[in-house]
């Protein structure tokens, strides 16, 4: 399936004119990322563009077709998943949506780096509003979290390839890594990780980049008492261990995918979530 991603005539020249003169695709990526243009936006533009030269075709005008993922458990099967730097075990799983809990995800270095980066940069968490579309604090989340850029450092790239990988789709497709510190009595209600297209701001994100359809979360500390994700049209309750994840997928809108996180009753919880969408991710 394929979605119309649309841009400026006058950026379609920009890109032709210099891939005629030599520069290479990815030079043209760099300068319009640097110009604000969301980088999987300036990736599927160019790649249109050289598609085109190299096939005799005429040259995009001001649109371009971008892959839109097809609905199925991506999760490969098996007791195993073989991503580019290491085999990940599956320890249980179920369909109909997908809900599996995967273990040694992240090592103890990795998980120790991540909140090492993220704790400078906690602010408290916030819910998307339904109706305004704005982000506002929760007093029921009580946690506090951050967002790194897609790629933003080779530790960050790494992870994001493998959590892709292990979702079954393109590295392009997937949001900025959420971090999540939760203290002693935080936790979340109830909740859905799909967009609501209840409002301008959510539907405006879907039509750029299509709806969230799967989660994974990575634990990245062992919690003393409490913090366990529950899913409870399920019936799942997924206990937090370092380094392990549980991954879940949600075509469709599907409220089975209801989960919360528990409150913490000792110690404190740490997460790394990854949400993917069905194309390539474009944050205004």
Same mark, same amino acid.
């Given at each position: 399936?394929?979605? $119309? ?30 110009? $604000? ?21 005429? +040259? ?29 075990? =599956? ?25 090492? *980066? ?9 819910? =998307? ?18 967002? +790194? ?22 590295? @392009?497709?997937?949001?900025? *890594? $959420?971090? *999540? ?6 936790? @979340? ?15 405006? @994100? ?16 062992? =919690? ?12 799942? $309750? ?9 991954? +879940? ?33 474009? @944050?205004?």
């Amino acid at each position: 399936m394929t979605s $119309q991603l649309r841009f400026a005539p006058a950026l379609g020249e920009w890109v032709a004119q210099h891939l005629a003169q030599g520069q290479p695709p990815a030079a043209l990526v760099d300068a319009m990322r640097e110009r $604000q243009v969301a980088p999987a936006a300036a990736q599927a533009i160019v790649d249109a563009f050289v598609r085109a030269r190299e096939r005799g075709e005429p +040259f995009p005008v001001d649109t371009v077709e971008v892959g839109t993922v097809v609905p199925g458990a991506r999760l490969a099967e098996g007791p195993a998943v073989q991503t580019h730097d290491r085999r990940i075990r =599956v320890a249980m799983r179920t369909g109909a949506p997908l809900l599996a809990v995967l273990q040694d995800v992240l090592d103890g270095a990795e998980c120790e780096a991540l909140i090492a *980066l993220a704790r400078p940069r906690l602010k408290p968490s916030t819910l =998307v509003d339904p109706v305004s579309g704005r982000d506002v604090a929760s007093g029921l989340r009580g946690s506090l979290g951050m967002f +790194f850029r897609p790629a933003e450092t080779p530790l960050i790239a790494q992870i994001d390839r493998r959590l892709a990988e292990l979702m079954g789709l393109p590295v @392009s497709h997937g949001e900025g *890594l $959420q971090l *999540l510190h939760y203290p002693v009595g935080a936790g @979340s209600a109830p909740h859905f990780d799909f967009l609501q297209p209840s409002n301008d701001a959510n539907r405006a @994100s879907i039509a750029r980049s299509g709806q969230r359809i799967s989660t994974l979360v990575c634990y990245l500390n062992d =919690v003393a008492d409490g913090g366990e994700t529950d899913f409870p049209e399920r019936g799942w $309750q997924v206990t937090p261990q370092r380094g392990n994840a549980v991954v +879940f997928e949600y075509d469709g809108a599907d409220e089975r995918s209801l989960h919360a996180s528990r409150p913490v009753r000792a110690g404190e919880k740490w997460v790394a979530t990854k949400w993917m969408r069905e194309r390539p991710f474009i @944050s205004l």
